[in-house]
């Protein structure tokens, strides 16, 4: 059976889950590793003013994690081909920007009560050693496994990862044009000065 997610917030967690729900070791990666790390997104969508051609976007930098790399711009490289216009753009870049940054990720080997959880779920999380206390994450991957549980992969979460406001967190592009030749559809300029 397949499922289409957008890319959205699938919360609030209304199930929960603690150290009552495993059923051996769990492992924490608190961050992506340095080589996939980046705090600017950069790339080209197709712009529809302008036939629809492979445009610059301008690129979303985002100060608090360029301060945390010491002022070092570190920026992913993308490509929107589906993707009509700058703002939209701008919009996918920033989300990308903040999901693969907040990556803390836990594989959950959990009993079968966590049999109701599905992917793209968002659940509470409370781990009392890692003084977590119903922290939200996204439920990637779900297996069943042969010895009875569910093998999980979860993501941290936010409500905050999807907000977008256009006055703050979008830029007006301001391209110079790349030539003042009239475009291939244009309708000529009535002729003048015939005699």
Known sequence: KYTIFAGAY??????????????????????PGKDSIHNG??????DRDKEFLPTDFPPVLNAVFLANDKGE??????????????????????????????????NFPAKLTALQV???DVVKVSIAHLDMVDKEFEVLSWKLTS??????????????????DA???QTVPTLAPNTNLPGPFDTPPAPSGLV
């Open 10 to 31: 699938y919360g609030p967690a209304t199930i929960s889950l603690d150290e009552s729900d495993l059923r051996g070791k769990m492992t924490v990666r608190p961050r």
């Open 41 to 46: 997104v950069r790339g080209t969508f197709a």
């Open 73 to 106: 711009k570190i920026f992913k490289d993308v490509e929107f081909p589906f993707i009509t216009d700058t703002w939209r753009a701008q919009r996918l870049a920033r989300l990308i920007n903040i999901r693969d940054r907040e990556g803390l990720v836990i």
């Open 118 to 120: 599905a992917i793209m």
């Open 147 to 164: 010895e009875g549980g569910i093998d999980l992969v979860l993501k941290e979460t936010s409500a905050l990862i999807y907000s977008f």
């Open 167 to 169: 006055d703050t967190d």
